[in-house]
């Protein structure tokens, strides 16, 4: 098929989703002198199923591209407050010289519009109301040359970045499918006017019943400061009940076992139950492929330790940016080729091992028992969670203490993702 010529302005890159992922890839490349296009399919303000909650990981990527979070509207966090097995306990962030020591609360309703407006005041073109339905490819090489939209106009660009999220048009439209091998969770959240809304603490429950059977997963209770506290349960698809579960008459019923002066009832429900999926794991593979990069969720970049995916978008997309550039900098296409072709290796080098451990985890809490027992002896030992926090949200110095030590050394014997 001939394509027709673009209608808009081209750039060196076309971006293709204004979440973090989309944004902060798209922030990067400006910041190394590219002419970017951000293309947005809604408009914002808009909603997006999360928890709302940022570990210091996610912190620091927003203090690395400038983002100010001192400015209203952003709510501190000392840490976690573990509930579970019949103890309930405060951890703080661990102090490390690669993170921050706070995390942060601010709802997806204006967090993306703030990282995205970031990156358009570094020089990207944000477009807004554009849905991108397919790739268009070179009709000789099959790579990927612009895209398509769903009023029928093209954007040509020299590479594409898919940031479009789980069920991402362009991967698929290229023929990349999620793998089976990998785990996938679910969220569901709603939000509460609550006393709870003010916490200095971001809330985790490990202990999620479905009548006698414990499942694989947590509850949340992530005040947000404004009144309201976002509440939510994250489930993992490794236990035989998942596919039966309706996870909104779970989280309501969770949710009516709260104490009384939590008023999380249905009168004071300010948000319906929305649910979201969290590919985890890099379950859609490879990350590059004929001229398309994969970030984020749409390759599947959510850790299946905790479920955190904001802090690993903004990741994948500063690495991905970092490639592109040096890419576009080759005098051949060749060795435009051969750069690109590094960035699914780069990235099992940063994560594979780790969402290896992460794979054995999710695969081991899904049994009879182990979650269980997990809650009931692990729980009592302070120095057992502050290591497992660490473990769970990533969180090391390349040279720190012996927990340290021994978690970057697991993820560095674990075969890659």
């Not at 914002?44 to 100010?68: I, Y």
């Not at 942060?104 to 993306?112: A, E, I, K, M, N």
């Not at 660009?157 to 479009?164: E, N, P, T």
Request: net charge neutral.
């Amino acid at each position: 098929m001939t394509v027709p010529p673009a209608t808009q302005a081209d750039a060196d890159v076309i971006v293709v989703g204004a979440g973090p992922a989309g944004s902060a890839t798209a922030f990067y490349l400006a910041q190394a002198g590219l002419d970017v296009l951000l293309l947005e399919k809604t408009r914002f303000p808009r909603e997006k199923v999360c928890g709302d909650g940022l570990t210091p990981r996610a912190v620091k990527q927003l203090l690395n591209m400038g983002v100010d979070v001192d400015a209203p509207g952003w709510i501190r966090n000392k840490g976690l407050r573990v509930v579970g097995g019949g103890h309930r306990f405060e951890l703080d962030w661990p102090q490390l010289e690669r993170f921050p020591d706070f995390g942060l609360v601010r709802t997806r309703q204006d967090f993306d519009e703030i990282v995205a407006a970031n990156a358009v005041k570094n020089g990207v073109r944000l477009m807004e109301g554009v849905t991108v339905t397919e790739p268009v490819l070179d009709d000789r090489s099959g790579h990927i040359v612009g895209v398509r939209t769903k009023d029928g106009r093209v954007f040509r660009s020299r590479v594409v970045v898919a940031a479009d999220g789980n069920s991402t048009r362009l991967a698929l439209g290229m023929g990349l499918h999620k793998r089976d091998d990998r785990p996938m969770g679910v969220a569901v959240r709603t939000y509460f006017q609550s006393p709870r809304h003010d916490d200095d603490y971001l809330e985790i429950w490990l202990e999620l019943w479905d009548g006698d059977t414990l499942l694989p997963g947590y509850g949340w209770i992530f005040g947000v400061g404004d009144g309201t506290a976002n509440v939510g349960l994250g489930l993992l698809n490794t236990s035989a009940q998942f596919k039966n579960l309706d996870y909104r008459d779970l989280l309501r019923r969770w949710c009516k076992a709260m104490p009384a002066d939590w008023e999380f009832t249905e009168e004071n429900m300010t948000a319906p139950i929305r649910g979201a999926a969290l590919p985890m794991a890099f379950n859609r593979q490879p990350h590059y492929t004929r001229g398309l990069v994969l970030v984020g969720d749409s390759g599947g970049s959510i850790n299946p330790f905790n479920g955190e995916g904001i802090a690993y978008a903004m990741e994948t997309g500063e690495i991905a940016a970092e490639v592109i550039a040096k890419s576009l900098k080759g005098t051949t296409p060749a060795q435009q080729e051969r750069t690109l072709r590094t960035y699914p290796r780069t990235l099992k080098d940063a994560y594979g091992g780790y969402f290896t451990l992460g794979r054995w985890f999710v695969e081991a809490i899904g049994k009879p028992g182990v979650m269980s027992f997990g809650t009931r002896h692990g729980l009592p030992h302070p120095r057992l969670m502050r290591f497992a926090i660490k473990l769970l949200g990533n969180l090391t110095d390349r040279r720190g203490d012996a927990s340290d030590l021994i978690i970057n050394a697991l993820s560095k014997v674990a075969p890659p993702a």
